[in-house]
């Protein structure tokens, strides 16, 4: 059995961040400014951003793979088999959206 890899630090810097009104702060903003990172922080309490368009996607992937019930909670102890399982669900994913868009 190998080790767990450790988690690497990402080869470079995102040019530009979007966030919701949960890290709507000053220091947040201050940060990314300081590292030349564009950001799009919704402000707190405000309902129109625009933030939804660019989030809407990641949350639709998060829910679609929710249908596969062995992604749901993590059982497989391997993490090997559980990434297998998450490439198999994101494959009949698109394959799904083809065939529906083809048809």
Same mark, same amino acid.
């Given at each position: 059995? %190998?080790?767990?890899?450790?988690?690497?630090?990402?080869? *470079? =810097?995102?040019?530009?961040?979007?966030?919701?009104?949960?890290?709507?702060?000053?220091?947040?903003?201050?940060? /990314?400014?300081?590292?030349?990172?564009?950001?799009?922080?919704?402000? +707190?309490? %405000?309902?129109? *951003?625009?933030?939804? !368009?660019?989030?809407?996607?990641?949350?639709? !992937?998060?829910?679609?793979?929710?249908?596969? &019930?062995? =992604?749901?909670? +993590?059982?497989?102890?391997?993490?090997?088999?559980?990434?297998?399982? =998450?490439? /198999?669900?994101? *494959?009949?994913?698109?394959? &799904? +959206? =083809?065939?529906?868009?083809? *048809?």
């Amino acid at each position: 059995m %190998q080790p767990a890899a450790a988690a690497a630090a990402p080869a *470079s =810097l995102p040019d530009e961040v979007y966030a919701d009104g949960g890290y709507d702060s000053r220091a947040n903003r201050a940060l /990314l400014r300081s590292r030349k990172i564009r950001h799009r922080i919704a402000r +707190r309490n %405000q309902h129109n *951003s625009g933030l939804g !368009t660019k989030r809407w996607v990641v949350e639709q !992937t998060i829910a679609l793979l929710h249908w596969f &019930r062995r =992604l749901r909670i +993590r059982w497989e102890i391997r993490h090997d088999i559980h990434e297998a399982f =998450l490439k /198999l669900a994101c *494959s009949l994913i698109c394959w &799904r +959206r =083809l065939r529906s868009a083809l *048809s």
